[in-house]
Nanobody, 125 residues
Framework: QVQLVESGGGSVEAGGSLRLSCVAS????????MAWFRQAPGKEREAVAGIYIRAGLTYYADSVKGRFTISQDAAKNTLYLQMNSLKPEDTAMYYCAANVGYVSDWFQTAEFAYWGQGTQVTVSS
């Protein structure tokens, strides 16, 4: 059974940093398409970053390019999202997602079969 558990969220001031973690069980992260999504109150869930380490693929939403970095630690079976230069508009619940099959559109939530429960990130101005 595939399980994803996020951690690392919290409250920071604008310009600060946080590192989110997503520990996976029931599968090996390096074999899966992995991604981070976020959802702010009253808004749709949106893609933030994705990775498919087997093909050396990463992608980022335009709004986080240059500030966020997605990575994996195969030994710990963990996905990370390093978030720097945080802005108030980054405030959201952040979710880890995974899919074993090919992902044709990283920005579509329907492409990912497995989801974590989320971790809250709040950035104050």
């Amino acid at each position: 059974q595939v399980q994803l558990v996020e951690s690392g969220g919290g409250s920071v001031e604008a310009g600060g940093s946080l590192r989110l973690s997503c520990v996976a069980s029931g599968y090996t992260v390096s074999r899966y398409y992995m991604a981070w999504f976020r959802q702010a109150p009253g808004k749709e869930r949106e893609a933030v970053a994705g990775i498919y380490i087997r093909a050396g693929l990463t992608y980022y939403a335009d709004s986080v390019k240059g500030r966020f970095t997605i990575s994996q630690d195969a030994a710990k079976n963990t996905l990370y999202l390093q978030m720097n230069s945080l802005k108030p508009e980054d405030t959201a619940m952040y979710y880890c997602a995974a899919n074993v099959g090919y992902v044709s559109d990283w920005f579509q939530t329907a492409e990912f079969a497995y989801w974590g429960q989320g971790t809250q990130v709040t950035v104050s101005s």
